[in-house]
């Protein structure tokens, strides 16, 4: 089992930036791909972003790209996600995955952060 929890979370206002944290296991952090999704309100959860364990490739939701930005450090076993220019449509509970490289679902989940966006 690998324990993800996240923090950074909060209200703030359209145009604003914000930043969520992830840690996870030292032991496992190196070979597993970490992510991030988000469920607003009343709608079904989302990719948002998601980096491979080389922190070489990452990838985003059209939605997100060019706004946010993911990132990790091995070192410390933490992934970041760097939100820019949030809009309201971004308010949603954001939680930190991860899943085994090769693995095609994300078997690991924080137990999520709220992120609220006024307009």
């Known amino acids: 089992q690998v324990q993800l929890v996240e923090s950074g979370g909060g209200s703030v206002e359209a145009g604003s930036s914000l930043r969520l944290s992830c840690t996870a296991p030292?032991?496992?952090?190196?070979?597993?791909?970490m992510g991030w999704f988000r469920q607003p309100p009343g709608k079904e959860r989302e990719f948002v972003a998601a980096?491979?364990?080389?922190?070489?490739?990452?990838r985003y939701a059209d939605s997100v790209n060019n706004r946010f930005r993911i990132a990790r450090d091995n070192a410390k076993n933490t992934v970041t996600l760097q939100m820019s220019s949030l809009k309201a449509e971004d308010t949603a509970t954001y939680y930190c995955?991860?899943?085994?490289?090769?693995?095609?679902?994300?078997?690991?989940w924080g137990q999520g952060t709220q992120v609220t966006v006024s307009s």
């Open positions: 995955v991860a899943k085994r490289a090769g693995d095609r679902e994300y078997e690991f």
């Open positions: 030292r032991r496992a952090f190196g070979l597993l791909v």
């Open positions: 980096v491979d364990p080389s922190a070489r490739n990452a």
